[in-house]
T-cell receptor, first 113, second 114 residues
């Protein structure tokens, strides 16, 4: 069965520093992959998604992610973090049956001034 | 109202109470979802509705009873819950029923079962 692992439960970065959040998936075929963000007291919002084609995808709020099949990874990056990026980030993959999303455990990002 | 709204935002209930969570989407979507988000587990899909018909029940205990009277409204009826059911319950909707279609989430109802 498909699975998603986010190895880092918490990450703290300084404002203005670069960010990379890790996501590893387990899936037999070409996966449909997503990154969602959840700000405090809010629901999840889609940042970006990968289905096929260019392995570097651009999302909202200055985020990007790179699909690497050889590493089964879909890491999220941002060159310069803003204090408003403090939130929880979830990686997700469509399951084998194509009827639901499987989410990782999430990474909570804290931003130091 | 815009997007996906959920009421109440917070709910405390005893194990013998009956309560309902409400979700409303203002996006003209056809598919709606209930998720459970607890502290120790990844986000779990509970139910899926498409054009008011339930299409997925992800092995959810019968003490959770969903209802979808139309494509804009989704309810989760709760009765005889357990303390381990305390969690954030999120509602989502999407334009059509396909897992690769973007889902739009509400802010959730924080449920505490005493």
């Amino acid at each position: 069965a498909q699975s998603v692992t986010q190895p880092d439960i918490h990450i703290t970065v300084s404002e203005g520093a670069s960010l990379e959040l890790r996501c590893n998936y387990s899936y037999g075929a070409t996966p449909y992959l997503f990154w969602y963000v959840q700000s405090p007291g809010q629901g999840l919002q889609l940042l970006l998604k990968y289905f096929s084609g260019d392995t570097l995808v651009q999302g909202i709020k200055g985020f990007e992610a790179e699909f690497k099949r050889s590493q089964s990874s879909f890491n999220l990056r941002k060159p310069s973090v803003h204090w408003s990026d403090a939130a929880e980030y979830f990686c997700a993959v469509v399951n084998n049956a194509g009827n639901m999303l499987t989410f990782g455990g999430g990474t909570r990002l804290m931003v130091k001034p | 109202e815009t997007g996906v709204t959920q009421t109440p935002r917070h709910l405390v209930m005893g194990m013998t109470n009956k309560k309902s969570l409400k979700c409303e989407q203002h996006l003209g979507h056809n598919a709606m979802y209930w998720y459970k988000q607890s502290a120790k587990k990844p986000l779990e899909l509970m139910f899926v509705y498409n054009f008011k018909e339930q299409t997925e029940n992800n092995s959810v205990p019968s003490r959770f009873s969903p209802e979808c009277p139309n494509s804009s409204h989704l309810f989760l009826h709760l009765h005889t819950l357990q303390p381990e059911d305390s969690a954030l319950y999120l509602c989502a909707s999407s334009g059509r029923l396909a897992a690769y279609v973007e889902q739009f989430f509400g802010p959730g109802t924080r449920l505490t079962v005493l």
